[in-house]
């Protein structure tokens, strides 16, 4: 009998899953109340918020992961601890506005306009940011864009929230995310990065963060963050890795 059941085994083995290393994220289903993953996204502004409560604070997983896309610089934040240097932006007045925030029933789970407002400078910079969560309502990914056409992961003219098929976000590519803890799987992570130029670079970035992050906030000083709308394309990025 047994020999009848180990090729049964194999294959639920090989495609459950529960069990392959690079699960992902859109495996995970919401475990809390729409409100839930709204407030969490909120709280999170607030952390860049100059004038917003210090006590207000998403629940960031241990190892979690913030992706900026081009103009900014790709890997802003790579674990819990990382993520509370945030509050240094008190050092430069900053509003969070016209703060909109939803719920979505599949990952990423809450995804949101905001604008930041420059207090010195005036600058209004608009941002499309979205937020993956693990089974405990802990943010496991962050990804954001510039808000303007040809910057952003969808054609918002036709898909306002990125919810359609031709979406290009990192956050459902990355292996781990779709476990119970949404932690990242780096032996998958380095499997896929062959094949992958986006996986590649999120690689290249998390062995050496602090010495890439210096490299981008450098040419950012040096080039600006100002960008103009261009027609939408996919891949949009790739040209700025």
Known sequence: MLHRVIPYLLIVLAFCPQVKGHMNSTLLTPQFEESYYITQALKYFDTLDTYASRKSKPHYAKKVIRWEWYPWLYLTGYKDHWMTLDRLLILYPTKVINRDCRFFPVQPFARC?????YLKSGEKIP???EFTFNDQGQMTFIEAWTDIRGYLPMDERVDPWAQGENVYRLSTKVPGLGSWNGRLDKKEL??????DKDLKNLRKRLRFPAIHWTYEAIRLLLKGHKVVPRRPQAPPFNRHH
């Open 113 to 117: 306009r905001v604008a930041f407002h």
């Open 127 to 129: 941002i499309y940011e």
């Open 190 to 195: 380095k499997r896929h990065a062959k094949r």
